[in-house]
């Protein structure tokens, strides 16, 4: 408490003029700085975009749509899906690390992001420096798929693609995408020099599957497999440690032999380097709650997708040993994109 003949002493030193302004500075200096303010601003308070780098009717739009349609709930916030397919998915992945980082431009995408600079692949940005991990939505297995009645099992894929490899020219989803390092592996490993086809995704991949235009491809289990239980497209093995819920009868490729096909890819979130932490934090934590929703997690099944597990901050440890793994698959297996 200030006295009273105290009051008085400084009023006498300084006019009462002065005393104010000098009251006005105090109090001035007391609050918070504006930093402190922005900080506690709402967010979001507009139209977030979710980048998906591959075409529309995939599994990967798929999702996207999901997960966004769950975000928009959460936030009261409008969340747009934006398409932006090609060169294997760096498109999309560049125009989210290029983006503001503000947390208003997210990217949903796949394992390409650590598998295509593994490959060696110009790539236009740096997935450990350019983009914050957010979560891993989903695990995604790969298959081998035909519509050739010719082709009965993976031995026989083996046998004829061996004898007469030019008829027998495989679809992927894109160059340095799981589809194309698991079909060199497989391919190398039985002395295939069969000719890869890429797709900008698996829906148009597919699309020419069933019109005729290819006939084998690896690609991935999510988007086949309404084909595959209507019998239009037929699958004789699974990538992954074991068997897919979604088909129990049908083998990995480890059954049949086949070394290095055993790494479950993935979809996950991202947002552009340098995103504000408590915005980061804030999304990390609706990711988690919505993933983890009950109807969310059956849907992933229901998708032959094995549904995330572990703390959002994993993500970012799983990016770093996929890294070192696909860049010694390449090595061992050389692999090239050429």
Not at 93 to 120: C, E, F, H, K
Not at 125 to 154: C, E, M, N
Not at 194 to 210: C, E, F, H, V, W
């Amino acid at each position: 408490m200030i006295k009273t003949s105290s009051l008085r002493r400084a009023q006498d030193l300084c006019p009462p003029d002065r005393v104010r302004r000098l009251a006005v500075l105090v109090a001035l200096a007391a609050l918070p700085p504006l930093q402190a303010h922005a900080a506690d601003a709402p967010w979001p308070d507009k139209t977030v975009t979710l980048v998906m780098p591959f075409a529309a009717g995939g599994m990967g739009d798929t999702l996207a749509r999901l997960v966004g349609e769950h975000l928009a709930r959460e936030w009261k916030q409008t969340v747009v899906i934006d398409n932006r397919a090609g060169a294997g998915g760096m498109i999309g992945n560049q125009a989210v690390a290029r983006a503001a980082p503000d947390g208003y431009t997210l990217l949903m995408s796949i394992s390409q992001l650590v598998q295509a600079p593994a490959l060696g692949m110009k790539v236009p940005y740096d997935v450990q420096k350019d983009l914050v991990p957010l979560v891993r939505v989903a695990g995604a297995l790969s298959i081998f798929a035909t519509t050739d009645p010719a082709i009965k099992s993976l031995k026989d894929y083996v046998a004829l693609a061996q004898a007469n490899a030019a008829k027998y020219p495989y679809g992927t989803y894109g160059a340095g995408t799981s589809s194309h390092i698991y079909a060199e592996v497989f391919n190398a490993q039985h002395k295939i020099k069969a000719t890869q086809i890429p797709y900008k995704g698996a829906a148009p991949l597919l699309n020419d599957m069933l019109g005729g235009q290819v006939t084998v491809a690896f690609t991935d289990l999510a988007t086949t497999l309404p084909h595959i239980r209507s019998g239009k497209v037929r699958v004789f093995a699974v990538t992954g440690p074991r068997r897919s819920a979604a088909l129990p009868d049908v083998p990995t490729f480890a059954e049949q032999g086949a070394a290095d096909m055993d790494v479950v890819g993935w979809y996950g979130m991202f947002a552009p380097a340098k995103t504000p932490k408590d915005v980061v934090d804030k999304i990390r934590a609706t990711l988690d709650r919505v993933i983890r929703l009950p109807e969310v997690q059956a849907k992933l099944a229901g998708f032959g997708l094995e549904p995330a597990s572990g703390p959002p901050e994993d993500f970012a440890k799983r990016i770093e040993g996929d890294l070192a793994y696909w860049r010694r698959v390449v090595t061992d297996n050389r692999i090239t994109t050429e």
